[in-house]
């Protein structure tokens, strides 16, 4: 067994003896280990090191977790839930300090949680599974509504749409890699929806709609699913911080309502998927009515289409950027994501009296 990692587990209190490392799973952000134990009785654990390009904030980020993996524990022990450590994920505390959960290793740093047995991840969602992330989401967005920590912003102006675009336009003024004029109607067309889309940072100034604590990453892969497809947890927590709920509804729907992949080139096949819209609303609306302010539920719609245009601002931008942030497997790559949340955005706006008309029927 490789020795480093080895001396890596060791830093940190678990259960049981290693038996086997190997890698886990296919994040692109930070490495992913699973630490096999030989014990029966003793969890397998998850060991990751942490992307300090994408997290430089390490002792933010495990702030955020530890308080917000804490807040929901005691939650779900006060509701009398069982088998707890399926529904919240665990982090381990090092052996030098109880109270940290993450040590460094040669500069970076790792962490430790208990791997979740005898559950399943999913890229895609049928309606009955939709409607069930919606209420696993609102549920996680109502059990922090009242954490006592202050959290921090684990990536600055992550979902700030006023931020995005000036980053777009910045990099559309300074043209690195001499790409702007191939996609000037792109960025034209783009552009032309900037005001619409950046409603929610100016009634933030206006005092009109509040930041609570989201998850700000609600893909479908980042929930697991037991055996008989209910949602057991929610995981993958390092951009949990407080944001308009916008981010959490609108991000799930991005991924789970298009009809193809964020990167299918062929623009035939994207659109905004209207059955998996309604069951994930309708599962969302049934946890989170209890906090929504009239605001908030009302520009539901507004976050369905907030979110791929978002997401075709920073893909346009990192194209523009000569293909910085997200991994190309394709000169192309970054114009053809771009181009598909584009396309996926017009028809979720096409969508969006018939949202709102749902939304009200609720
Ligand atoms: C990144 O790493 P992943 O795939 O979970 C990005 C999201 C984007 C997504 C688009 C920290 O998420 O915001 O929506 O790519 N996460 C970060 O595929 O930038
Ligand atoms: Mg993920």
């Known amino acids: 067994m490789d020795q480093q990692l080895l001396s890596i587990v060791d830093q940190f209190a678990i259960r049981g003896t290693v038996a086997e490392i190997k890698p886990l799973g ?142 777009l336009k910045e990099v559309i003024a300074a043209d690195p890699v001499g790409r702007v004029q191939t996609v000037q109607t792109m960025i034209d067309e783009l552009l032309s929806y900037a005001d619409e889309m950046t409603l929610a940072e100016r009634l933030g100034r206006e005092g009109k709609l509040p930041k609570r604590i989201c998850h700000c990453d609600t893909k479908v892969n980042n929930m697991m699913f037991d055996k008989q497809d209910r949602v057991l947890c929610v995981i993958d927590l390092d951009t949990v911080m407080p944001n308009f709920i916008f981010s959490d509804y609108g991000d799930f729907l991005r991924t789970a309502a298009n009809f193809t992949a964020e990167d299918d080139p062929d623009l035939s096949k994207v659109g905004f998927n209207m059955e998996i819209f309604k069951a994930f609303t309708r599962g969302y609306l049934r946890s989170a009515a209890s906090f929504l302010t009239p605001t908030e539920r009302q520009l539901l719609p507004y976050a369905a289409t907030l979110f791929p245009y978002m997401q075709s601002v920073r893909f346009l931008w990192d194209y523009l950027n000569g293909d910085k942030y997200w991994k190309c497997k394709y000169p192309e790559h970054n114009l053809d994501r771009a181009r598909n949340q584009q396309q996926l955005f017009l028809s979720a706006m096409a969508h969006k009296p018939e949202m709102a008309a749902f939304i009200d029927e609720q």
């Not at 500069?107 to 005898?118: E, K, L, Q, V, Y």
């Not at 009242?146 to 959290?151: A, F, H, K």
């Not at 921090?152 to 979902?159: A, C, N, R």
């Open 26 to 167: 296919e994040g692109l952000i930070n490495d992913t280990l699973l630490v096999k134990t030989a014990e029966a009785d003793a969890p397998n654990y998850v060991l990751q090191r942490v992307n300090t390009n994408v997290f430089p904030d390490v002792e933010m980020l495990m702030g955020n977790i530890r308080a917000v993996t804490r807040h929901i524990r005691r939650k779900l022990e006060a509701q009398g839930a069982d088998d707890i450590d399926r529904k919240v994920l665990t982090f381990m505390p090092t052996k030098a300090d109880p109270d940290r959960l993450y040590a460094i290793v040669d500069g970076s740093p790792w962490r430790m949680m208990i791997f979740i047995a005898d559950a399943v991840t999913k890229q895609a969602v049928n309606p009955e599974s939709s409607e069930a992330a919606g209420e696993a989401f609102g549920q996680f967005q109502a059990m922090l509504a009242d954490i006592p920590e202050q959290l921090g912003e684990t990536i600055k102006d992550f979902h700030n749409m006023e931020f995005r675009l000036e980053q």
